[in-house]
């Protein structure tokens, strides 16, 4: 399977496969964002993109400058259409408006970004079996955002000779992952008109045929990188002499762990990621580590961040070394808004293919809280729902894949649902 060089006229199923076998992480999606962008031209819709779609300075967990370079670069050697990137610059994303009447200002917010991890190879696996796993060594759509942004393009393409009386807005947000990218989004000033918002996700170990109207509820999200910096020296021949980043990240993390939960509500601690590159017999110099937590609302969120502050401060000063932190990603938390989940309902229903209709709790973290947000701040109403797509294996796992069924269908409920909303 080649890479395509523009998705102009290819099925939906043909687009997933190639953003699938294509996959690139959070704000390296070059290549998807400049073949989203060809399109979306093509089809009348004006088309934001990069700067233009987020606030650079609330970007989280942006890779070093000489990483996206060779991103940019590896998606002008797959077929990215060249005008794009180049007017993109170093930041991806992208915005589409179209105004077809009178009508309501409507939101449909999916996201575009891979995973960090590698894909399976084995025959049991359907992309690799098929020959359209990921060729991009450490990156792989095992969450299901290469059909969310199929899903978003299935739905500019049904209204591209009307059939809607208002302006539809379609997000396609990178970095959703590590929550990096839908803080900037929403403070691009592209939502402050919305009246109405949709968001949307596949699987989430739903048969395809479900519809969930509403999920509600994410909890809070912060991801804090921590660096300790001690001094190094011989751990055999002077000991005394060195300052150990290394037991001073030890030590914060068994105290991270021992932090009280809150009477208040759900709070979550998790050390994901730690790293020390350093010989055996020398007094650790640096150490780094990567600290996740969360709660049922900001508040209690903000509570578990803070006290994350305070045990890294006392495990540095403990053992006598230096710290930096610095913010990697972070979410809220949200009510869906019951008018726009009864549009879904009736959407669902409306729509060949859908066998059940269901409402749930999320229990986990989105970004899209901050979007869904800024249009309610703003008086107006959203939803977060999904759309089942029988997914063999977890999210986040090498095996994870989605049922293409799934892609159509989610674009049938929701055109339904957009329509609807006028």
Request: with cysteine; charged share 25%.
């Amino acid at each position: 399977m080649d890479p395509l060089t523009t998705f102009d006229g290819r099925s939906l199923g043909d687009v997933r496969r190639d953003l699938h076998k294509y996959a690139e992480a959070g704000w390296k999606e070059f290549r998807t964002s400049a073949l989203l962008a060809a399109e979306l031209d093509d089809l009348g819709y004006e088309v934001s993109l990069g700067k233009a779609t987020v606030d650079p300075d609330e970007r989280m967990g942006v890779p070093p400058a000489d990483e996206l370079a060779a991103a940019k670069a590896r998606a002008r050697e797959e077929g990215a259409p060249e005008a794009y990137l180049d007017e993109m610059g170093d930041v991806t994303g992208v915005v589409a408006t179209r105004e077809f009447g009178d009508g309501p200002v409507v939101g449909l917010r999916t996201d575009i970004d891979a995973l960090e991890r590698q894909e399976a190879t084995d025959d049991g696996h359907r992309p690799a079996a098929e020959g359209f796993a990921s060729v991009h060594p450490g990156e792989m759509h095992a969450c299901g955002h290469d059909a969310h942004a199929t899903i978003g393009l299935g739905v500019a393409r049904a209204f591209a000779d009307g059939g809607f009386d208002g302006t539809l807005k379609l997000f396609f947000q990178p970095a959703e992952e590590g929550g990096r990218g839908g803080k900037p989004m929403a403070a691009s000033g592209h939502l402050d008109d919305a009246d109405h918002l949709f968001a949307v996700h596949v699987g989430l170990d739903e048969p395809t045929g479900t519809i969930v109207s509403s999920y509600d509820a994410p909890l809070s999200n912060a991801k804090l990188d921590v660096t300790f910096i001690g001094e190094p020296s011989h751990a055999g021949g002077e000991p005394h002499a060195g300052q150990n980043a290394l037991q001073a990240a030890t030590a914060a993390i068994e105290n991270l762990y021992g932090i009280a939960r809150h009477g208040d509500g759900a709070t979550r601690i998790n050390v994901g990621q730690v790293s020390a590159d350093n010989a055996q017999n020398v007094i650790c110099e640096e150490a780094t580590m990567r600290v996740e937590v969360r709660g049922e609302t900001h508040d209690l969120n903000e509570y578990m961040l803070g006290r994350v502050r305070d045990v890294v401060d006392g495990a540095a000063t403990m053992h006598d070394v230096e710290y930096e932190t610095g913010l990697y990603g972070k979410t809220t938390t949200f009510r869906n808004d019951e008018p726009m989940v009864e549009t879904v309902e009736a959407a669902a229903a409306a729509t060949d293919g859908v066998d059940e209709i269901a409402s749930k709790e999320f229990g986990g973290s989105e970004d899209a809280s901050y979007l869904v947000r800024r249009v309610q701040e703003r008086g107006g109403t959203a939803v977060y729902l999904g759309v089942g797509a029988s997914n063999p294996s977890g999210h986040h796992t090498a095996h994870f894949d989605v049922d293409e069924a799934a892609i159509d269908l989610g674009v049938d409920v929701i055109v339904e649902a957009i329509a609807r909303s006028a």
